[in-house]
Antibody, heavy 121, light 114 residues
């Protein structure tokens, strides 16, 4: 059974960088796709991006070049960095995975519990 | 981007009655190479991560009650709860994962008890 757990600061100042890590157990990140999804308060789910088992990435174009997703196979972790954050980046951030190949990530059958990141001075 | 539009935004249904949620994509998410619709449905309750109910438009996940069913093809999809139970109160989202596209979710539908 694959399990995911997000970790990182719950408060980030405007213009700074949001950094989160997802630790994976019960499965190897050397296979499939590993994704980030967020939900701003009172709003719906938004796809942030994914990293593929090979290390290639894809992200939501609305986030422009602010997003970096990376992986550390030695720790079985993948990470999200979002630069130049504003209040609009305040959200619950989930890491998720789909143990399938769909020309990118698929449906998400495993999710972390989510972590709230607030952008505020 | 493929835009996913759900209707209605909210829905109040009596216990034991049918709830129907629609999801329309701005372009077809039926992949001709394998004749599969790249659409999933999730149930989301406050304080919990979303739960996958249906993948490939109509494949119910293991352990999901059979009162939940997905249907549709191309651009028009439906999630049906055949007999609403109290524990089904939640937000429901459709999600497209069409190959080589940016993934998108519908805006969500809130289901409540009438």
């Amino acid at each position: 059974q694959v399990q995911l757990q997000e970790s990182g600061p719950g408060l980030v100042k405007p213009s700074e960088t949001l950094s989160l890590t997802c630790t994976v157990s019960g499965g190897s990140i050397r296979t499939y796709y590993w994704s980030w999804v967020r939900q701003p308060p009172g709003r719906g789910l938004e796809w942030v991006g994914y990293i593929e088992y090979s290390g290639s990435t894809n992200h939501n174009p609305s986030l422009k070049s602010r997003v970096t997703i990376s992986m550390d196979t030695s720790k079985n972790q993948f990470s999200l960095k979002l630069t130049s954050v504003t209040a609009a980046d305040t959200a619950v951030y989930y890491c998720a995975t789909s143990l399938a190949y769909c020309g990118g990530d698929c449906y998400y059958d495993y999710w972390g519990q989510g972590t709230l990141v607030t952008v505020s001075s | 981007d493929i835009v996913m539009t759900q209707s209605p935004d909210s829905l109040a249904v009596s216990l034991g009655e049918r709830a129907t949620i629609n999801c329309k994509s701005s372009q077809s998410i039926l992949y001709s190479s394998n004749n599969k619709n790249y659409l999933a449905w999730y149930q989301h309750k406050p304080g919990q991560p979303p739960k996958l109910l249906v993948s490939w438009a109509s494949a119910r996940e293991s352990g999901v009650p059979d009162r939940f069913s997905g249907s549709g093809s191309g651009t028009d999809f439906t999630l049906t709860i055949s007999s609403l139970q109290a524990e089904d109160v939640a937000f429901y989202y459709c999600h497209q994962y069409y190959p080589y596209s940016s993934r998108t979710f519908g805006q969500g539908t809130k289901v409540e008890i009438k």
